[in-house]
């Protein structure tokens, strides 16, 4: 992983002092510190560092370079710093850029302007002489640190493809679908009975499967409702559907193949008067099940503020009323999503502010020649309105200039 270093002018590393700079440091020439080197620094004690210090190190990486390189060390920190969600948690959310070049792709943390550089060599099993590629056609989704990847448009082909730990799984092969496919995961792919749905919005069906399944299967609404959004919440199926009416789905066992096995119908009325002109995503924060609502706008609204501070708003599942109820924080936590993408995560790493929503889309994309600038907008709900801050990066690399999704290392 190769690395352009281009951090904020006031930004120091503190970090670096509680360890020798030449061991831990974002800079290129730590780096690419050579194996002499680095075992020059374990002889001298680096591997007898007590555990409680080094994970108190840990806390204070945060970024994938530090990480990369604390791991670097010696054998003893690797096996420490596994790349698990506690050890992350510290790390920046970064944007994922795609090339032209299909093959290469990026990660920025937007937080210091720094970039990694990245190579996909896998190819497509339909096709050997053809290999995987990564832009805004072929790259579906992400969760748990796994991207959701065609073989070309047409989804024919999906492999779930880990950026950190280079794991793939394969899914069932997919039939030619219209609209933008959409995919949600009860747990991590990588854990025994994942269960994964793919849907797409406005539809009245969608398909489910288990990792390691050879084919799909598919769920109708017998009342033609249509799909708004979906999400596992504790391993059970949330289905927001036409006028924001919520359903549960049931999944049983039969001859050890899954299968639907009950809805239940948890809310039939509309939240409010103004419903049809809102744009509706289901997320987790903390314990809660959240519906937010975003009122539907035109580029220029994001752009010039000039939209109304109720741009957002946000509802809590009350399970014992039966009810949503409206709240004005996220407990605490930081809100990411995308048109393909919800996620929460705890305000520890750097840039990320508390009750804030970071949003980006790509159809968000000002027409402005060969460049494109990056476009995503902070929303902070700690003064009550939903204060909005657009903001502008150019893109770091002549080649990787389109975001397509957020990842979140910390989520993986």
């Known amino acids: 992983m190769d690395e352009q270093n281009n951090a904020y002018p006031n930004f120091q590393d503190y970090h670096v002092l509680l360890i020798s700079p030449a061991v831990i440091s974002s800079s290129k020439k730590a780096v690419s510190k050579n194996n002499e080197e680095v075992n020059k620094d374990s ?29 670097a060390v010696c054998p003893t920190w690797r096996s420490l710093a596994s790349l698990c969600p506690e050890n992350l948690a510290y790390q920046s959310p970064l944007l994922l850029l ?47 640190g796994f991207l959701v990847i065609a073989n070309m448009p047409g989804f024919t082909e999906i492999m779930l493809y880990n950026i950190f730990t280079g794991n793939r799984i394969m899914l069932p092969a997919v039939k030619q679908i219209e609209g933008n496919l959409q995919f949600i995961f009860s747990s991590s792919p990588a854990s025994p009975g994942c ?42 199926l949330y289905l927001l559907v036409s006028l924001n009416q919520f359903i549960s789905i049931d999944f049983g066992c039969c001859l050890e193949q899954i299968r639907v096995e009950k809805e239940k119908w948890l809310s039939r009325t509309l939240l409010n008067e103004h419903s049809m002109r809102l744009e509706s995503r289901l997320a987790q924060s903390c314990s809660e099940l959240l519906l937010i609502q975003q009122r539907k706008a035109y580029l220029y609204d994001y752009i010039k503020l000039k939209c109304p501070n109720r741009l957002i708003s946000i509802y809590r599942w009350d399970f014992s009323a039966g009810a949503w109820t409206e709240v004005s924080s996220l407990g605490g936590r930081a809100l990411f999503f995308t048109d393909s993408f919800t996620a929460s995560v705890p305000p520890t790493c750097f840039g990320v502010q508390a009750n804030s929503i970071y949003y980006y889309s790509a159809g968000y994309y000002p027409e402005t020649g060969k460049k494109k600038p990056i476009i995503w907008s902070e929303i902070s709900l700690e003064d009550g309105h939903g204060t909005i801050r657009t903001v502008y990066h150019e893109p770091p690399s002549k080649e990787l200039s389109s975001a397509v999704t957020w990842i979140l290392p910390s989520m993986s």
């Open 195 to 236: 269960l994964v749905v793919m849907f797409t919005r406005g539809s009245c069906s969608f398909h489910f499967c288990c990792i390691g399944d050879v084919e799909w299967k598919c769920h109708c609404f017998y009342r033609l409702q249509l799909i708004d959004d979906m999400i596992f919440y504790y391993g059970k």
């Open 43 to 71: 002889e001298n004690g680096w591997s007898f560092l007590p555990t409680d210090l080094l994970n108190l190190i840990m806390t204070r990486l945060s970024s994938m370079a530090d990480f990369s390189t604390f791991r």
């Open 98 to 144: 795609t090339s032209p070049k299909k093959d290469i792709f990026g990660l920025y943390d937007f937080t210091r302007k720094r970039l990694y550089n990245m190579r996909l060599s896998i190819r497509t099993q339909q096709e050997p002489e053809k290999p995987y590629c990564i832009d805004y056609w072929t790259c579906l989704s992400y969760s748990h």
